[in-house]
């Protein structure tokens, strides 16, 4: 995830941790050391626990009872929750974006977009989706519509990780480039409608991504 210009002690915290789940390093159910965070990042308790509330918010990490706080597992059920949402909220902040779009924002998005089809691993693709759906979508100057989908894009993000850590192939984004063509064209309609298809189709193929996990699936669901 990218740093921001300017971050609490406790977002920075939160930002790494949030790294390390959604890239794997913490799988699923392992437990969140108040004690060994602190130590690590030479922090008091109170930004450690307020880091793991941030976690809890974007659903990487739980509560239990009288027992801290560990990393959540993940189920088809949220999976495909999640990429309904995606395909709602994106599709609402691409249209209030694209009177704000200039042909420099669509040139960088471009860049991604190019980035991502000739990624080396499936971690070098991801970073760059997610840049290239952050360029087109932030110029929609609606920043609690942007934390929302940001959190749901961790959370695809991390399954996606999982499910093609060692199948992945590189691909080129159609998608990504009938979007960007029709906002050159003004066609804000038809590329909402792509970005909505687009983002919902991991909900869709739910059942065929948990059977690409494999053996670890016992590890990542619940």
Do not use: N, W, Y
């Given at each position: 995830m990218t740093q921001p210009r300017s971050?609490?002690?406790s977002a920075r915290i939160a930002r790494i941790l949030a790294d390390r789940i959604i890239s794997g390093q913490l799988a699923p159910g392992a437990r969140?050391?108040?004690?060994?965070?602190?130590?690590?990042?030479?922090?008091?308790?109170?930004?450690?626990?307020?880091?793991?509330?941030l976690l809890e918010t974007q659903s990487l990490a739980e509560?239990?009872?009288?027992?801290?706080?560990?990393?959540?597992?993940?189920?088809m059920a949220e999976l495909r929750e999640v990429a309904e949402m995606r395909a709602s909220l994106e599709a609402l902040a691409l249209r209030h974006a694209a009177p704000n779009l200039?042909?420099?924002?669509?040139?960088?998005?471009?860049?991604a977009n190019l980035q991502g089809d000739s990624a080396q691993n499936v971690h070098e693709w991801e970073e760059a989706n997610r840049c290239f759906h952050r360029l087109?979508?932030?110029?929609?100057?609606?920043?609690?519509l942007m934390r929302s989908i940001d959190d749901l894009q961790a959370a695809s993000a991390r399954f996606i990780l999982r499910a093609w850590r060692t199948n992945w192939e590189a691909r080129t984004d159609h998608d990504h480039r009938l979007i960007l063509d029709a906002l050159r064209k003004g066609q804000v309609d038809l590329a909402s409608t792509t970005l909505s298809r687009h983002v919902g189709w991991i909900g869709k193929r739910s059942r065929t991504l948990k059977n690409q996990i494999g053996s670890g699936t016992s590890e990542f669901f619940r």
């Open positions: 971050e609490t002690h969140l050391r108040q004690d060994h965070i602190a130590q690590e990042f030479g922090a008091s308790h109170v930004p450690v626990r307020e880091a793991f509330r509560s239990l009872p009288r027992r801290g706080f560990r990393v959540t597992f993940f189920d200039t042909p420099g924002i669509l040139a960088k998005a471009h860049k087109i979508l932030e110029p929609c100057q609606m920043p609690r």
